[in-house]
C-alpha cells in the first residue's frame, strides 16, 4: 500500500492506493488559513501536523489497511508558502501561505526582464524568495515551502523538489539549480535553503517522531514530493509534453507540459520544472470555481449544478452579455492586480441565465487566452484535461472544448493531487520504474468531449468581444 497526501489551504487529504495506484480509501481533515490584515494570509503549520494522523489513518481504514502494510508517503501540496523554521527544523511562526501579498515592495526595483529569463518567473509576491525578504533572510535557520517543511518534520531531511524551487524566484530553470544572482539579489543564503533533488527521490525514512506524527511505523520511505501544480496534472496522467491541464477549482490553474525551456516575454505565464525531467508552462489562475460561488450568492442559484442549469438555457454567446473573471485582479489576458471583474452587454431581455452562461464562458475565454499562448511559445497542446470540481460540469466541459477548438478529457477521478503524491512515492519505491509508467496508468478511463465546429465559430465571436471589452476596461484599472 502506498500513501499520498495533499496539504491544501482549506483541508488536509490522504489517500491509500494499491500496486495498481487505483484509490482504495481516503480521508480528509478540513482546517482554514488566517487573514490577520488586508494583504495578508497564514496558516500555522501546526494543523498540518495534527491533520496528518487521522486523514491518514481515515485512509487506511476505508481501504481496510493497517500502517504496517504501507510501503512509502508521498506528500504534494500548496506552492509559493513560506516557513521559518529554527536549527531543529521547528516552526518560528506561521507559514506565509500562497495568496499572502504583504511582500510587494521585496520585488521592487528587481531587473524582470532579467529574472524571468533565468528563473520563467515574474516577479511577483506570491513567490517564496519575496517572503523571505518580508521577513529576513536572517530571522530563520531555514525557510521551508509547506511540502518540505512537513518532510523534514518526518523525516529530519531539509529537501525540496525541482518543482518547488523553481517557484522560489531563486532558481535558473537551464541549471536546475539556485541562482547566486538571485541570492544575492534577495539577500538569502544558499545555507538556509532546502537542498534540491528529485520529486521521486527517497528523502529519508520516517523517524521516531515523524512516525508518532503521521502514525506510520518509523522507517517508512517518504518520497521528496512536490507542489500540487504539479502532483495534479500528474494523478489525471499528464507525464509528457502534448497535454494540457485545466484544474477548476477556486480558483483556476491551466497549464501544459514542455520538453524544453519556454520564457513568455509577456508574462501571461511561468514556466517551472516538473517531474522526469520536464517543465510545466502555466497560467497560476482566476477566480473560476470562486466565481460560481459569487454567482450564486448574488443571483439566487442554490449551487453550481443550478447555474448549470439555468445556463444551458441560454445560447452559446450568452445573447451578447460577456463576463471579465476579474473578481480577485486580472490573470489573463494580462496579469492586472488591480483590475475589476465586469458584465457588459446586459438588456431588459437578459434574464439570469444569459448571465450565468457569461460567467462560464468568460472563465474558458480566459483559459483560451493561456492555452493560445502556450501554443504561441511552441508548446504542444493536442488536448486539455479538466480536473478538479468545476470538471463535473458537462456543459462547462463542451463550452471549453468549443472555445478552444481542442478535444476536452474529464477523467473518472477529478480530485487528482494526492494520487499524484502517491504515484511519486510508489516510484520512490521501487513499485513503478519512472512516473512516466505510473502516469500511463492513471491516464486510462477519461470521458473525451469533442469540440462542436458551429458552435466554436460562435464562440470566435464571443471570444473577440471578450478581448475588446478587457482593452476598453484597462483604462480603468489603473484609475483611482
Same mark, same amino acid.
Given at each position: 500500500?502506498?500513501?499520498?497526501?495533499?496539504?491544501?489551504?482549506?483541508?488536509?487529504?490522504?489517500?491509500?492506493?494499491?500496486?495498481?495506484?487505483?484509490?482504495?480509501?481516503?480521508?480528509?481533515?478540513?482546517?482554514?488559513?488566517?487573514?490577520?490584515?488586508?494583504?495578508?494570509?497564514?496558516?500555522?503549520?501546526?494543523?498540518?501536523?495534527?491533520?496528518?494522523?487521522?486523514?491518514?489513518?481515515?485512509?487506511?481504514?476505508?481501504?481496510?489497511?493497517?500502517?504496517?502494510?504501507?510501503?512509502?508517503?508521498?506528500?504534494?501540496?500548496?506552492?509559493?508558502?513560506?516557513?521559518?523554521?529554527?536549527?531543529?527544523?521547528?516552526?518560528?511562526?506561521?507559514?506565509?501561505?500562497?495568496?499572502?501579498?504583504?511582500?510587494?515592495?521585496?520585488?521592487?526595483?528587481?531587473?524582470?526582464?532579467?529574472?524571468?529569463?533565468?528563473?520563467?518567473?515574474?516577479?511577483?509576491?506570491?513567490?517564496?524568495?519575496?517572503?523571505?525578504?518580508?521577513?529576513?533572510?536572517?530571522?530563520?535557520?531555514?525557510?521551508?515551502?509547506?511540502?518540505?517543511?512537513?518532510?523534514?518534520?518526518?523525516?529530519?531531511?531539509?529537501?525540496?523538489?525541482?518543482?518547488?524551487?523553481?517557484?522560489?524566484?531563486?532558481?535558473?530553470?537551464?541549471?536546475?539549480?539556485?541562482?547566486?544572482?538571485?541570492?544575492?539579489?534577495?539577500?538569502?543564503?544558499?545555507?538556509?535553503?532546502?537542498?534540491?533533488?528529485?520529486?521521486?527521490?527517497?528523502?529519508?525514512?520516517?523517524?521516531?517522531?515523524?512516525?508518532?506524527?503521521?502514525?506510520?511505523?518509523?522507517?517508512?520511505?517518504?518520497?521528496?514530493?512536490?507542489?500540487?501544480?504539479?502532483?495534479?496534472?500528474?494523478?489525471?496522467?499528464?507525464?509528457?509534453?502534448?497535454?494540457?491541464?485545466?484544474?477548476?477549482?477556486?480558483?483556476?490553474?491551466?497549464?501544459?507540459?514542455?520538453?524544453?525551456?519556454?520564457?513568455?516575454?509577456?508574462?501571461?505565464?511561468?514556466?517551472?520544472?516538473?517531474?522526469?525531467?520536464?517543465?510545466?508552462?502555466?497560467?497560476?489562475?482566476?477566480?473560476?470555481?470562486?466565481?460560481?460561488?459569487?454567482?450564486?450568492?448574488?443571483?439566487?442559484?442554490?449551487?453550481?449544478?443550478?447555474?448549470?442549469?439555468?445556463?444551458?438555457?441560454?445560447?452559446?454567446?450568452?445573447?451578447?452579455?460577456?463576463?471579465?473573471?476579474?473578481?480577485?485582479?486580472?490573470?489573463?489576458?494580462?496579469?492586472?492586480?488591480?483590475?475589476?471583474?465586469?458584465?457588459?452587454?446586459?438588456?431588459?431581455?437578459?434574464?439570469?441565465?444569459?448571465?450565468?452562461?457569461?460567467?462560464?464562458?468568460?472563465?474558458?475565454?480566459?483559459?483560451?487566452?493561456?492555452?493560445?499562448?502556450?501554443?504561441?511559445?511552441?508548446?504542444?497542446?493536442? =488536448?486539455?484535461?479538466? /480536473?478538479?470540481? &468545476? #470538471? $463535473? +460540469?458537462?456543459?462547462?466541459?463542451?463550452? @471549453? *472544448? %468549443?472555445?478552444?477548438?481542442?478535444?476536452?478529457?474529464?477523467?473518472?477521478?477529478?480530485?487528482?493531487?494526492?494520487?499524484?503524491?502517491?504515484?511519486?512515492?510508489?516510484?520512490?519505491?521501487?513499485?513503478?520504474?519512472?512516473?512516466?509508467? =505510473?502516469?500511463?496508468? /492513471?491516464?486510462? &478511463? #477519461? $470521458? +473525451?468531449?469533442?469540440?462542436?465546429?458551429? @458552435? *466554436? %465559430?460562435?464562440?470566435?465571436?464571443?471570444?473577440?468581444?471578450?478581448?475588446?471589452?478587457?482593452?476598453?476596461?484597462?483604462?480603468?484599472?489603473?484609475?483611482?
Amino acid at each position: 500500500m502506498i500513501v499520498g497526501v495533499d496539504i491544501g489551504t482549506q483541508s488536509l487529504k490522504a489517500v491509500a492506493v494499491d500496486r495498481d495506484l487505483r484509490v482504495a480509501g481516503e480521508a480528509s481533515v478540513a482546517y482554514a488559513p488566517h487573514y490577520p490584515r488586508p494583504g495578508w494570509a497564514e496558516q500555522e503549520p501546526a494543523l498540518w501536523e495534527a491533520a496528518l494522523a487521522p486523514a491518514i489513518a481515515g485512509a487506511l481504514a476505508a481501504a481496510n489497511a493497517a500502517p504496517a502494510d504501507v510501503a512509502a508517503l508521498g506528500i504534494a501540496g500548496q506552492l509559493d508558502g513560506c516557513v521559518p523554521v529554527d536549527a531543529a527544523g521547528a516552526a518560528l511562526g506561521p507559514c506565509l501561505i500562497w495568496c499572502d501579498r504583504r511582500a510587494v515592495d521585496a520585488v521592487a526595483g528587481l531587473p524582470v526582464d532579467a529574472l524571468r529569463r533565468s528563473t520563467g518567473l515574474v516577479a511577483d509576491a506570491s513567490h517564496m524568495a519575496a517572503k523571505i525578504r518580508w521577513l529576513g533572510p536572517d530571522r530563520a535557520a531555514r525557510f521551508h515551502q509547506p511540502v518540505s517543511y512537513v518532510v523534514a518534520r518526518l523525516t529530519g531531511e531539509h529537501v525540496m523538489d525541482h518543482g518547488h524551487a523553481s517557484t522560489t524566484m531563486l532558481y535558473d530553470l537551464a541549471a536546475r539549480d539556485y541562482d547566486d544572482r538571485w541570492l544575492a539579489a534577495f539577500g538569502i543564503d544558499r545555507a538556509r535553503l532546502p537542498r534540491i533533488a528529485e520529486a521521486t527521490d527517497v528523502a529519508g525514512a520516517l523517524h521516531a517522531e515523524g512516525a508518532a506524527l503521521c502514525g506510520l511505523p518509523a522507517g517508512t520511505l517518504v518520497a521528496v514530493g512536490t507542489g500540487d501544480d504539479f502532483a495534479t496534472p500528474l494523478g489525471a496522467g499528464i507525464a509528457a509534453p502534448g497535454a494540457a491541464a485545466c484544474v477548476l477549482g477556486t480558483a483556476e490553474v491551466v497549464g501544459a507540459v514542455s520538453a524544453g525551456v519556454a520564457i513568455d516575454a509577456g508574462a501571461l505565464v511561468e514556466t517551472h520544472a516538473y517531474v522526469g525531467g520536464l517543465y510545466f508552462v502555466e497560467n497560476p489562475g482566476w477566480l473560476a470555481g470562486g466565481a460560481i460561488e459569487w454567482l450564486c450568492g448574488v443571483a439566487g442559484f442554490a449551487d453550481a449544478a443550478a447555474v448549470d442549469a439555468a445556463a444551458n438555457t441560454a445560447p452559446a454567446g450568452a445573447g451578447g452579455v460577456t463576463f471579465v473573471p476579474a473578481l480577485s485582479g486580472a490573470m489573463a489576458p494580462e496579469w492586472i492586480a488591480t483590475a475589476r471583474a465586469c458584465l457588459y452587454g446586459l438588456t431588459a431581455a437578459h434574464g439570469r441565465e444569459h448571465v450565468a452562461r457569461a460567467v462560464l464562458e468568460g472563465c474558458a475565454f480566459a483559459m483560451r487566452d493561456v492555452i493560445d499562448r502556450v501554443r504561441e511559445l511552441g508548446v504542444d497542446v493536442g =488536448a486539455i484535461r479538466l /480536473l478538479g470540481g &468545476g #470538471a $463535473r +460540469s458537462e456543459l462547462w466541459a463542451q463550452i @471549453r *472544448a %468549443d472555445v478552444a477548438r481542442t478535444p476536452v478529457a474529464v477523467p473518472a477521478r477529478v480530485d487528482t493531487c494526492a494520487l499524484g503524491a502517491a504515484a511519486i512515492a510508489s516510484v520512490a519505491a521501487g513499485r513503478w520504474p519512472t512516473v512516466a509508467a =505510473a502516469a500511463a496508468r /492513471l491516464s486510462a &478511463g #477519461a $470521458r +473525451s468531449v469533442e469540440p462542436d465546429p458551429a @458552435r *466554436a %465559430d460562435r464562440y470566435d465571436e464571443a471570444y473577440a468581444r471578450y478581448r475588446a471589452l478587457f482593452a476598453a476596461l484597462r483604462p480603468l484599472f489603473s484609475a483611482p
